[in-house]
């Protein structure tokens, strides 16, 4: 149980949430590889070696090694991709694909944590393209995300800027902290991956969400709570539950393509099938 409203003559607080499996039941990334497809930017053959990566990341996500691995071939594979285009086509799509696998409980904590007077911070390594918009749809304070160099000719020029994951989440919540006034020793966070523990421990409150198995390990070894969210319901159908009105969205460590990242998983799953077979 959340604690009560904020005393707002101390320190600022904020609760930081992972997305994916954290906020949301999927991929923020591949759930979009359909409209992706539609739009020009994969293949067939992708398409369907991004519902087996899907498979892969619901059955237990990928460790650190694999995540380096995919961030050095993501770059290479998105270079020459439009940026508006990419934000086109999670516009279009957005409420269809990602508003029914929001969490019921995750959307409450939201909502909690906000009538409490806590700002909500979106941390994900996914693409801004993908998680802004997402963040704006929960009604977030602010986004950190990882973020691609883009060309003079609004193309992603295959060179990752700044990449938000394992410790470069908790650094990015510790200039959040020093820029916005937050007492971390009084935030919250939330994630499901083991590889968020440094931005887990960087709070006075942590919680491990749908943890994986080494995750769930570690809560247990440090006495983090555990949750369990297992509800995805479209907000429209929490209405008028889910009143928090979005709130506008800035973007803390800004943008990378959502294709960029679906394409490092596209090429875990293709390592896994092979290593498999």
Partial sequence: MLRGVENHSLPRTAAFFDLDKTVIAKSSTLTFSKSFYQGGLINRRAVLRTAYAQFVFLAGGADHDQMERMRAYLSALCRGWNVQQVKALVAETLHDLIDPIIYDEAASLIEEHHTAGRDVVIVSTSGAEVVEPIGELLGADRVVATRMVVGDDGCFTGEVEYYAYGPTKAEAIRELAESEGYDLARCYAYSDSITDVPMLESVGHPHAVNPDRALRREAGARDWPVLDFHRPVPLKQRLPTF???????????????????????????????????
């Fill in 243 to 277: 009143s928090v009105p979005p709130r506008p969205v800035l973007v803390a460590a800004a943008a990378v393509g959502a294709a960029a990242a679906t394409a490092g998983l596209v090429w875990y799953a293709s390592r896994r099938r092979t290593a498999l077979s």
